[in-house]
């Protein structure tokens, strides 16, 4: 009776379930054809009809079947089964109310004829995209229907998109009797987005070329990624924003009232360095001056807003520059022999304890200022529950106060952002003592503590197969149990292809915390049919290869080895030194064995699914070979291209194809490796990219001299062929690149402009020597400028001016070209080369360095010379 619901007569509400239902359960589709119909509400919110078009097109999928989306009032007789999605009059008169539900509650019940999936919904923005501050969007009936696709039709969605859909095939689909509903444990379960970074954002003004040329494909992969995030279930019930307080603090009240701010070693108060970011000021937290402050402005927005209950007073980012007043100092509490022991006794190693407890070398403060920070919290904890007794302090345990303080208990309305569980792999003594930290926050009473973890930024794969789902699944299923009752992880940074099962996993605990992480597994790689073991075992060798190379107490140091200045940056090229080739060998055999399995007993979407992880595996191998590249060439370094850009070409044709499949967020590959100080060497493809040139080399970055001009008088002066040794405030430390960011970001210029006095630079001097051998360049060749930020340029080679470079060829945003027949350049003879940056308007800078480049076709033709290709 497939069409007879849509005539007939509106049926009568008391007459809806005289249809018999079979007692074993209800058919949706039979042989292909619908027996069902979907049912909402007739005013229904955005996400009670997204729910309805999702069920319809995940049953679409897997039979063929299009399920008719009716509104109630619109139902006709029928005898067909009645799938209601959302709260609607048909579910009042079955005594069925989910806006008295808790929270985002989901209901998925059987009733006769009739298929309910409600749950407590509310607001009506777009359900795929809450706005991080804005009001919440629940949307329980949502969760209905993804909790029916999943748990009782098997659909798994393995990442964002349509590659990442894995819906079971079948013509007829049951379902048995049903009673479920459920509540998420926590509040809020979020993953921040990994598509805020994009056009107009830093640091992609400068190096936009890729970026801009896929914005349409990157609105896309945003949406899809939410929509993923949703299907697992993600989302809140509660919103409230928070992050770092008072970054305008410095700027507001170093002149006007400076006691309130964090007093240094010479007396004075505000940052203990000029070249620290202001934003990083720390505040004199035992000045009652503060919490008035902070109180007063509480208040203000109270008077405003009534329902406002979420103080925001996180001190500001950063480790170092904290108040060093007496009587902040008294609340710090001494690290006594009885601690020592204590902390001995829960199997902490003495340099694990020294680490964290012993006075720092850079400031001799106690490693853990969280007794002081924690009586502040307390103080004004205990002024806003004397004024606002619903409202919430939103804190961090972050930082240097980020271990549970000593013999003190937390205020109850101290709401707390625990930061922690960074960094994945842990070796098992770091492992231990950052569950044991989160325990202690637990008895130290804090009651409401929310997780910002940075795990996902700082997974030390960036585009390489990796995985940390058991540590990562263990960590979350140990918090919710433990009375976490939000998450915030920093950020989905979508290395899909190479790591969906730990993304999977985090996910999916979320809202089942007593899975087996292994049954979770289980459930993402039995996508791949007969290839689940294979697939399985894949992502088992990764996460061995990451335990092996990175579960080190030690780490830090090994890591310094291949990057000096260690640090975050360190690690992440550490993967280059550390992994072998064997491991991506190890890694294509595991693939190749899922694939003879499938092509033998399984089907074409399973190997579509294995695709994806074969271009990550080969994703992984070039980003690993470039990074090696990149490791073995320092800032003293000149760098040539005739290794490296081959292979960058290949690593950016597969990255088009897994952003085409929403299988890699291939904005926040591209952003990280530019942000991130091009730790990987891969910026260069994203000046050259879709450019007419190819880059032969450019000159080491050190070889650089930059030194501003705020006056204009330098070229009178003869820097156009010597730039005098600039000051010693003008000089930089490995850390400081030159050419990444306007002139302003660059530390020295921070440095003359708060030690020199100075307003602004103005007119930026770059000098360097080249010295390219002959046999490295061809006639062809050409000096390459890819992009100036200013309002125009000039070019000297050996004191001659070759190029004026006019307002109107920056704004069109294209590259300078002098051929180096016009420049005066030979071969095999050193030359200097001068730029000189103006910019009238604002920071410039010369953005990304000069480089020697090739026209493409002379690469075509060299190539075809020889006889040989390249993919
Ligand atoms: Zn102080």
Redesign the pocket.
């Known amino acids: 009776m497939r069409t007879a619901w849509c005539r007939s007569f509106a049926l009568a509400l008391g007459l809806l379930f005289v249809a018999a239902a079979s007692v074993y359960g209800l058919t949706l589709v039979k042989d292909g054809q619908p027996t069902c119909v979907i049912v909402t509400a007739d005013n229904p919110y955005p996400s009670q009809q997204l729910a309805a078009e999702e069920l319809q097109y995940h049953l679409e999928q897997m039979s063929g079947a299009k399920v008719p989306i009716v509104r109630e009032a619109d139902l006709q007789e029928t005898d067909a089964v009645l799938v209601f999605v959302g709260q609607s009059e048909n579910l009042s008169a079955l005594g069925i109310d989910t806006t008295s539900l808790p929270p985002e509650t989901m209901i998925v019940k059987t009733k006769g004829n009739a298929l309910i999936l409600a749950g407590e919904d509310g607001g009506t923005k777009d359900p795929y995209k809450e706005s991080y501050a804005s009001s919440a969007v629940r949307t329980g009936t949502l969760y209905a229907v993804y909790d029916l696709l999943q748990d009782q039709l098997g659909c798994r969605w393995l990442w964002p998109g349509k590659s990442g859909e894995a819906i079971p095939q079948r013509k007829t689909v049951e379902i048995g009797e049903l009673d479920i509903q459920e509540t998420p444990q926590l509040f809020r379960r979020h993953f921040r987005g990994g598509y805020r970074v994009g056009p107009g954002t830093r640091p992609y003004d400068y190096v936009p070329r890729y970026i801009d040329s896929h914005a349409a494909l990157r609105d896309r992969l945003d949406q899809e990624e939410w929509q993923w995030k949703k299907r697992l279930k993600m989302g809140q019930s509660v919103s409230f924003a928070y992050g770092h307080a008072f970054t305008d603090w410095m700027d507001k009240y170093e002149n006007t009232l400076p006691e309130v701010l964090?007093?240094q070693a010479d007396g004075h108060r505000g940052t203990h360095a000029v070249t620290y970011n202001r934003n990083y000021v720390k505040l004199?937290?035992?000045?009652p001056k503060v919490i008035d402050i902070i109180v007063g402005e509480f208040m203000a927005k109270r008077a405003e807003d009534p329902s406002f209950r979420f103080l925001n007073a996180c001190e500001n980012d950063g480790s170092w520059g904290f108040?060093?007043?007496p009587?902040?100092?008294a609340w710090d509490k001494p690290f006594t022999d009885e601690l020592y022991q204590k902390y001995l006794d829960l199997g902490w190693s003495d340099k694990q304890i020294d680490d964290t407890f012993a006075p720092s070398d850079k400031d001799n403060q106690p490693g853990s200022l969280s007794n002081r920070y924690f009586t502040f919290y307390n103080k004004l904890g205990a002024r806003i529950a004397e004024i606002a007794p619903d409202a919430l302090v939103v804190v961090y345990a972050y930082s240097r106060y980020r271990y549970a303080p000593f013999d003190l208990k937390v205020a109850t309305n101290l709401l707390i952002g625990f930061v922690g569980f960074h960094f994945y792999p842990m070796d098992a003594g770091t492992h231990r003592a950052e569950r044991q930290n989160y325990l202690a926050w637990r008895e130290a009473d804090a009651k409401q503590l929310f997780f910002r973890p940075n795990s996902f930024y700082y997974s030390f794969a960036h585009g390489i197969p990796w995985s940390a789902a058991h540590q990562m699944g263990e960590d979350i299923k140990l918090l919710i149990q433990n009375g976490i009752v939000a998450t915030d992880y920093d950020t989905l940074n979508g290395h899909w292809a190479t790591g969906a099962p730990t993304y999977y996993t985090v996910a999916r605990l979320h809202w089942d915390p007593d899975m087996q992480v292994d049954d979770v597994l289980g459930e993402f790689c039995d996508a791949f049919g007969p290839g689940e073991a294979s697939v399985k075992a894949y992502f088992d060798h990764w996460e061995e290869v990451f335990q092996e190379a990175y579960a080190h107490p030690d780490i830090r140091d090994r890591a310094k080895k291949v990057y000096e200045p260690g640090g975050w940056i360190g690690l992440f090229r550490y993967a280059g030194e550390v992994l072998s080739e064997s491991d991506f060998d190890k890694g294509a055999e595991l693939l190749t064995q899922a694939e003879v399995a499938i092509k033998r007993e399984g089907n074409e979407r399973q190997l579509a699914h294995l695709h994806v992880l074969d271009l990550g595996l080969k994703h992984g191998k070039l980003m690993w070979q470039i990074s090696r590249i990149a490791n073995a060439t320092t800032q003293n370094d000149d760098v040539y291209y005739a290794e490296s850009w081959p292979l960058m070409a290949r690593l950016f044709a597969i990255r088009d194809e897994l952003g085409e499949l929403g299988a890699a967020n291939v904005f926040w590959l591209n952003y990280f490796e530019v942000y991130f100080q091009d730790m990987f060497g891969t910026r260069v493809y994203q000046d050259f990219f879709d450019r007419d040139y190819v880059p032969v080399m450019t000159p080491a970055e050190a070889n650089w001299t930059f030194s501003p001009d705020p006056k204009d008088i330098r070229e009178e002066q003869g820097w156009t062929t010597q730039i005098p040794q600039p000051p010693a405030y003008m000089k930089r430390s490995s850390g400081d690149r030159l050419f990444h960011r306007e002139w302003d970001k660059f530390n020295p210029v921070i440095v003359w402009k708060n030690t020199a006095k100075k307003e602004a630079v103005v007119n930026g001097w770059y000098q360097t020597d080249f010295d390219v051998p002959a046999d490295r360049l061809q006639p062809t060749d050409v000096l390459y400028v890819p992009c100036i930020l200013g309002t125009s340029a000039k070019i000297w080679v050996d004191g001659n001016l070759v190029r004026e470079v006019t307002a109107e060829e920056i704004a069109a945003n294209k590259p300078i070209v002098v051929g180096l027949a016009e420049a005066g350049i030979q071969p095999g003879r050193k030359f200097r080369l001068t730029v000189k940056v103006t910019s009238l308007d604002g920071p410039g800078g010369l953005i990304g360095p000069v480089y020697l480049a090739r026209p493409k076709i002379d690469i075509r033709m060299r190539i075809n010379l020889k006889g040989s290709a390249t993919e």
């Open positions: 964090a007093m004199c937290i035992s000045n108040c060093r007043c009587q902040c100092a």
